[in-house]
T-cell receptor, first 113, second 110 residues
Framework: EAQVTQNPRYLITVTGKKLTVTCSQN?????MSWYRQDPGLGLRQIYY???????DKGDVPEGYKVSRKEKRNFPLILESPSPNQTSLYFC????????????FGDGTRLSIL | GQQLNQSPQSMFIQEGEDVSMNCTSS?????WLWYKQEPGEGPVLLIA?????ELTSNGRLTAQFGITRKDSFLNISASIPSDVGIYFC??????????FGQGTELSVKP
């Protein structure tokens, strides 16, 4: 089954404690991206990757890092989380070229205390 | 970053009623998309629109790509309880980036 898998689904942690949210897709998609969803703001792109070792900033990259060492994985790293990063995060992937539908993961709810 | 203006923000309707929501942008998009998000899940694509003026249906859902390429609307006819969720419009920029609207939260009363 075609899937985008995020882990963990829920995490409560404290300010400053580094965390990583993993994202994996099994569709051999080139393009992957991370979004955060906040009430009244919709989904905003944090980072995206067009292919292995190619990443770029989205609209709200501050406080986040990503890496793309393998095609299937695109982890989101919060080196020093702060309360304003409390949000619902989605990873998505799609094939490159023209418009291809994005497949979203089921989301990760992060609470930073 | 740019955002789309989506309205209304929320709707409370009776089962069987029709629903209409829309998105506007200050920029032109070549592709408009409509997604639905249910609790605990990621957005799922409902309809994709590729040409200005295009009207596309998917069951009880109908969406149109505005002639100016700066707006789109989604209609749901004869709503049912499982239509509950958050509906997002999205415009696709040339370099493949999706810009999302703020979402319309739909509640359907049986």
């Amino acid at each position: 089954e075609a899937q985008v898998t995020q882990n963990p689904r829920y995490l409560i942690t404290v300010t400053g404690k580094k965390l990583t949210v993993t994202c994996s897709q099994n569709m051999n998609h080139e393009y992957m991206s991370w979004y955060r969803q906040d009430p009244g703001l919709g989904l905003r792109q944090i980072y995206y990757s067009m292919n292995v070792e190619v990443t770029d900033k989205g609209d709200v990259p501050e406080g986040y890092k990503v890496s793309r060492k393998e095609k299937r994985n695109f982890p989101l790293i919060l080196e020093s989380p702060s309360p304003n990063q409390t949000s619902l995060y989605f990873c998505a992937s799609r094939k490159q070229g023209g418009y291809q539908p994005q497949h979203f993961g089921d989301g990760t709810r992060l609470s930073i205390l | 970053g740019q955002q789309l203006n989506q309205s209304p923000q929320s709707m409370f309707i009776q089962e069987g009623e029709d629903v209409s929501m829309n998105c506007t942008s200050s920029s032109i998009f070549n592709t408009w998309l409509w997604y639905k998000q249910e609790p605990g899940e990621g957005p799922v694509l409902l309809i994709a629109l590729y040409k200005a003026g295009e009207l596309t249906s998917n069951g009880r859902l109908t969406a149109q790509f505005g002639i100016t390429r700066k707006d789109s609307f989604l209609n749901i006819s004869a709503s049912i309880p499982s239509d509950v969720g958050i509906y997002f419009c999205a415009g696709l920029e040339l370099r493949g980036k999706l810009i999302f609207g703020q979402g319309t939260e739909l509640s359907v009363k049986p």
